[in-house]
């Protein structure tokens, strides 16, 4: 038995299923009992310890939803950048606990892809509690490098031999243009538009075809002859 005309149009013209934005992955969150994210944004240069100390408070429950984010997350990594629409960029790491507890601060390091070369685009050092960092302003089209390494605490006067620090790890991102994606959403609206419209044109058909044409083709079988 075949489906309508009607009813084919619309499952044609039904929006896709939105898909729902995943929650936070456990141990992506912040420790409870951190309530404040320190971090300094080192200058330009070979000296490491300028920069203001300032505070920021963690992203908990922060959910990457297309078409507002973009999740770029490498297999296997405890690293993850979420591209939003405003061109800022909220980067969350994970760490056990084990490795955690071995931890003084952690050192990103931001550099885009030119034609011919990298440039640095940010230097933090960020404490030990810290699990996210919001990267404000980057540019459309450009190929952006993010790199983070934990850094071990200090040996102190009866360690025999300073702890080597971990290897760091990076995620790569490419921020989509704005125009771009107020393009897509217009093509989205104009579609869905479209579709509504044709729905009630067919609509219109079959009540015109069900209440006006046929009585008047069933008119010459009712006539009566002498």
């Not at 009813?7 to 995943?22: F, M, N, R």
Request: proline letters at 13%; aromatic letters at 6%.
């Amino acid at each position: 038995m075949r489906a309508p005309p009607l009813l084919l149009l619309l499952a044609a013209c039904a929006p896709p299923p939105c898909a729902a934005a995943a929650p936070t992955p456990p141990g992506w969150e912040p420790a409870p009992d951190a309530p404040w994210c320190p971090y300094k944004v080192l200058p330009e240069g070979p000296e490491a310890g300028g920069g203001r100390l300032c505070f920021r408070s963690p992203a908990r429950g922060f959910r990457c939803q297309a078409p507002a984010c973009a999740l770029h997350a490498p297999a296997g990594s405890s690293l993850r950048a979420s591209v939003l629409r405003n061109r800022s960029v909220l980067l969350q790491w994970r760490l056990a606990p084990a490795a955690a507890r071995r931890v003084r601060a952690f050192a990103l390091n931001c550099s885009w892809r030119g034609a011919y070369t990298r440039f640095p685009c940010e230097r933090v050092l960020l404490g030990a509690s810290c699990r996210d960092y919001l990267l404000p302003d980057v540019h459309d089209g450009v190929l952006y490098r993010l790199c983070l390494q934990p850094l071990p605490l200090r040996a102190g006067p009866a360690a025999t031999a300073p702890e080597s620090p971990e290897p760091g790890e990076c995620v790569e991102f490419t921020a989509e243009p704005a125009g771009m994606q107020d393009i897509v959403v217009a093509m989205t609206a104009v579609g869905g538009s479209i579709c509504v419209m044709l729905v009630v044109i067919c609509l219109l058909v079959a009540y015109i075809t069900e209440n006006l044409m046929r009585p008047a083709l069933a008119r010459p079988g009712l006539r009566r002859h002498p």
